[in-house]
């Protein structure tokens, strides 16, 4: 148990200074995590609804919703394929780069200030196991 409550205390600190990071821009986690998807995958052509389903394990359901709001709030927008109309990519707005460029940087300092207690052998060693036990209970 002092594993488990370790890692479910240092989810709330890390999540709270997540907060911290993007409430005076104006975005929650969930949007930062959606543009933040869109932004790495550095495609001109969008993102598809089904790869951010699957970088941020929701249902399509839930993305469409996500993305719907985005939409709403001018920091994405849709374009039909150009093979296949039916296709749709997502692709940040020139809001909503500028919005996740503003506060990126200040994330990765963040998440990199973090681990600076750890050795670089240390943190691999972290990794590693944390992604076991993601694998044991089906989240990786």
Request: aromatic share 2%; glycine share 10%; with cysteine.
């Amino acid at each position: 148990m002092a594993v488990v409550l370790r890692v479910v205390l240092l989810s709330g600190v890390l999540f709270d200074r997540l907060k911290a990071i993007l409430g005076p821009v104006g975005l929650a986690p969930w949007e930062y995590d959606v543009l933040s998807a869109i932004r790495r995958a550095g495609n001109p052509s969008g993102v598809t609804p089904k790869e951010l389903c699957r970088s941020a394990q929701l249902t399509s359901g839930a993305m469409t919703h996500r993305i719907d709001r985005l939409v709403a709030r001018g920091l994405v927008r849709r374009q039909a394929g150009r093979a296949d109309r039916r296709s749709v990519g997502v692709l940040l707005t020139a809001r909503g780069r500028a919005l996740v460029d503003r506060v990126i940087g200040d994330r990765m300092r963040d998440a990199i200030a973090c681990l600076t207690p750890l050795r670089k052998k240390e943190l691999a060693e972290l990794t590693r196991l944390l992604r076991i036990v993601s694998r044991g209970i089906g989240e990786d």
